[in-house]
Every structure is written in C-alpha cells, then in structure tokens.
C-alpha cells in the first residue's frame, strides 16, 4: 500500500515540477510575499504513522487558513453544539472576506472558514480561556506531539497592519452583537492563529485525528466524537476552499482545506491525510500546483470519498 502510494507520489511530484508553475503569491500580506515561489513539497501520513515525502517538506510555512479548522475544533470540543448558535454551516459561495453577506444574515457568519466565521470563533476562544493565545499553541502542540510548532510575529504583524478588511468584518458582525470582545484583540488573536507555521508532515499529524474517527493517532486520544468529526470534515468538503469549494470536491474528492501561504491538507477517513504546499495561487485563492497534485493524485489512486 505504502509502496504503491509512493510511486504515485513520485510521478505526480515529478510531472508537475517539470510544468509551468502558474499563478502568485499572496501579497496582501507583504510577509507572505517573501516566501520563494518555487518551492514545492508534499506529504502523505498513513494512521499507522507511516509517512511518505516529497520536495521542501522539512520547509515550514504559514498555514493560515488552514489554522481555521483547527481552532474550530477547539472550541467545538469545549462548547459543543451550541456553537452552531453564531456560526452557520453554509457554503458561501463568496470569497474568504466577503462583507456582502453578513448585512442579510444579521451578522451570523455562513461558515467557520470564512474570515468572518473565524473571527467569531476566536472571540468565543477569548471567552473561554485566560490566555487564549498560548491554550490554542497548546493544543496544535498536543495534535502534532512537538514543541516547536509556534506563531510567526512578523506574520501576524504584517496581517494587523494591512488587514482593514478583517477589521471591517470584525466591526460589522460586532454591530451585529456576534462580537462580544473588543475587536482588536479579536483581530489580534485571529491574525496570531493564522500565523501559525508547520512543514508538510506536521500538518499531516495534526490533521489525523479528523481521518481517525476524533481520536489522536500517536496515543488514541479522543479530541473530538465521531459525530463531531463527521460534521467538521462535512464543512471542509463542502466549506473549505472558499468560492471554489464546489470545485475542489468535484475535481478530487476529498474533505481538505487550503490556505493563502499555499498549503492544502486533505483526508482520506479511515486512510491518510495528504499535505501539499506550493506558494503561487491560483485567482481564487488556492494553491494551483496543490489542487493539481490532488487532483492527479486521487484520479490515479481511483480512491475518494464518492
Ligand atoms: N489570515 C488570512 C486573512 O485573514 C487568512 C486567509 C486565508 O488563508 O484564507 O486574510
């Protein structure tokens, strides 16, 4: 099985490295624009912990949107299903900072991965915590076993002071009454767990329990029930790529979630998590050469949830 998935991995990594590398780079957040467009790497955990991997995988990266999966997850274990009270489960089918929608919805954002369902989850997280900032650290160290997975300052600096989008949202759904803390450190909790940084392999890791029924991999820890883990990979199939969450699911098939630094994680339950990262976006926000890998990956392997 390892072996068969690693010679397809192997191909797929060496076809695309040969292909033009189409899109850009995020530069609304001038730190992100920094990052080497041409890197490349992929990874791909199996539940028994075997892993295989390609290209700049030691390489860490800012995974933010992806962030936002995770810090639903926290919450959702604290509070459960009364979370569902500010934070709807609809596709958007507009992009991550759309204002538009919240007018009409009364300030309940569509869905936890649009920036406007973060942002709420992170002011419940600041409702539920002494020091919201360091609980979340805590526990993506606990998902991925390691220490050293940190926040990036200069990221989450460069998004405060270029981010009057997120600060707009964050002042609207306050409007709303769906805000209850002051905005700026709502704006600053939010930006911090965006700036997360991790390579390929440990955001397979992290991502694991959600392939394996809630449970941690490495000491079968239950972080979320099987129903809880249904319902967030259900929201990241059809919620998890912004206005192109109808194509991701139609090209490969898989529950996932992308990120403006270039990652995309995706899960195969009961199998895998794949990791891809390559930093130019396509005009959607996705990265181009991730949702080719994914894409060619799944077709080749003739394995996806449908
Ligand atoms: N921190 C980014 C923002 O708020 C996250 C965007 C993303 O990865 O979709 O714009």
Redesign the pocket.
């Known amino acids: 099985m390892n072996h068969h998935y690693q010679n397809i991995i192997a191909s797929i990594f060496d076809q695309i490295k040969a292909e033009e590398n189409p899109g850009a780079v995020a530069a609304?957040?001038p730190e992100l624009a920094h990052v080497d467009p041409n890197l490349f790497a992929v990874s791909l955990k199996l539940l028994d912990g075997q892993s295989i991997d390609y290209g700049n995988h030691n390489t860490g990266f800012s995974i933010?949107?992806i962030s936002k999966v995770l810090l639903l997850c926290m919450v959702y274990k604290e509070i459960g299903e009364k979370i569902w009270e500010r934070v709807d489960v609809e596709p958007s089918g507009n992009p991550?900072?759309s204002l538009v929608q919240l007018e009409s919805d009364n300030g309940i954002p569509r869905n936890p991965f649009i920036?406007a369902g973060a942002l709420v989850i992170s002011d419940i997280l600041i409702d539920l915590y002494d020091d919201p900032s360091t609980a979340f650290l805590d526990f993506v160290r606990d998902l991925t076993d390691s220490v050293s997975i940190n926040y990036s300052d200069v990221v989450t600096e460069s998004?405060l002071k270029n981010?009057f989008r997120?600060a707009a949202l964050c002042n609207f759904i306050k409007s709303f009454g769906n805000i209850k803390n002051n905005p700026d450190d709502v704006l600053r909790l939010?930006?911090q767990i965006?700036s997360v940084e991790m390579n390929c392999l440990e955001l397979c890791t992290a991502f694991s329990f959600l392939a394996n029924g809630g449970k941690k991999t490495s000491d079968q820890k239950q972080i979320l029930t099987k129903s809880q883990t249904k319902r967030v990979n259900a929201i990241m199939q059809t919620c998890g790529f912004?206005d192109e969450s109808g194509e991701f699911s139609f090209r490969v098939g898989l529950p996932g979630k992308?990120?403006?630094?270039g990652g995309i994680v995706a899960l195969f339950p009961g199998r895998y998590v794949i990791t891809v990262w390559s930093p130019k976006l396509n005009p959607k926000?996705n990265s181009y050469r991730g949702m080719k890998f994914l894409e060619l990956f799944t077709t080749a392997t003739e394995e996806s949830i449908f």
């Open positions: 609304y957040i933010q949107s991550f900072n920036n998004e981010g997120n939010y930006s965006c912004y992308s990120g403006v630094g926000g």
